[in-house]
């Protein structure tokens, strides 16, 4: 059985959701809980180092299993960024381009040892491995380059928000109309989508005076979360998102 879902309106949601719960719970983890960036990313990467033993020991697509580990690694590539930034100084120029090249060189390793980078045909270790990979760096570029972009251009939240959209917007476009490939499609707006969700989870968490509407994070993270887990059971009732195997 394929071990990752079809690509979906739902797998959509969720995967935006998913990103701006990571924004908001090591923000919260973080900065109300005072955890600090060193001890947030141990505790988040344990979490996710023991969801994804039992994501590769499942034969199959598990709902729950997979986007737990898919809102876990989105807080994680959001800590590996934040730490490299904060702690050591790095310019998010510099995190955007590493990233980007560690993302380019997952690619083709995957490639040259699989000959496909479709995602209908993750039923082995070493191409899960690979996937997973590759998700882990998607959410760290799209961090460094959103705050790159957002602190460059001095945007704000939700005006951050409307501009990843309108790129997300582009890709779709180009995808539907002049047929782009559909797997540069699908990673190039999973990477965009990480920087949508964090600049959206910012604008409802963050307090009115710095361009937020002061929601904040506790209340944002547990609208996200009880939305993802409705449609996760969903989900699993209905197998609407399984897909066939290719080899």
Do not use: C
């Amino acid at each position: 059985m394929n071990k990752v879902p079809e690509v979906t309106i739902l797998f959509w949601l969720i995967k935006i959701m998913a990103t701006t719960v990571g924004e908001t719970v090591a923000d919260f983890l973080n900065t109300n809980l005072n955890l600090g960036l060193t001890v947030t990313t141990f505790v988040m990467g344990g979490l996710l180092f023991v969801t994804l033993f039992f994501q590769f020991s499942s034969k199959k697509y598990v709902p729950r299993i997979y986007w737990l580990a898919v809102v876990l690694i989105s807080v994680v590539g959001t800590l590996i960024t934040d730490n490299l930034t904060d702690n050591f100084g790095v310019p998010l120029e510099t995190t955007t381009l590493i990233f980007m090249f560690a993302l380019l060189v997952t690619f083709a390793a995957w490639y040259l040892s699989e000959k496909t980078l479709s995602i209908h045909s993750i039923f082995t270790t070493k191409r899960e491995a690979f996937y997973w990979l590759a998700i882990l760096f998607t959410f760290a570029l799209g961090t460094a380059a959103g705050d790159l972009i957002a602190e460059g251009l001095s945007l704000g939240y939700w005006k951050s928000a409307l501009l990843f959209a309108a790129l997300i917007g582009i890709v779709t476009i180009a995808y539907y109309r002049f047929k782009l490939n559909s797997g540069l499609s699908f990673w190039i707006a999973y990477i965009l989508t990480r920087p949508f969700g964090a600049s959206l989870g910012d604008y409802l968490s963050q307090p009115s005076n710095a361009g937020g509407i002061n929601l904040g994070t506790v209340r944002t993270s547990a609208i996200f979360l009880a939305t993802i887990l409705s449609i996760v059971i969903y989900l699993t009732k209905t197998r609407i998102d399984e897909i066939p195997l290719e080899e």
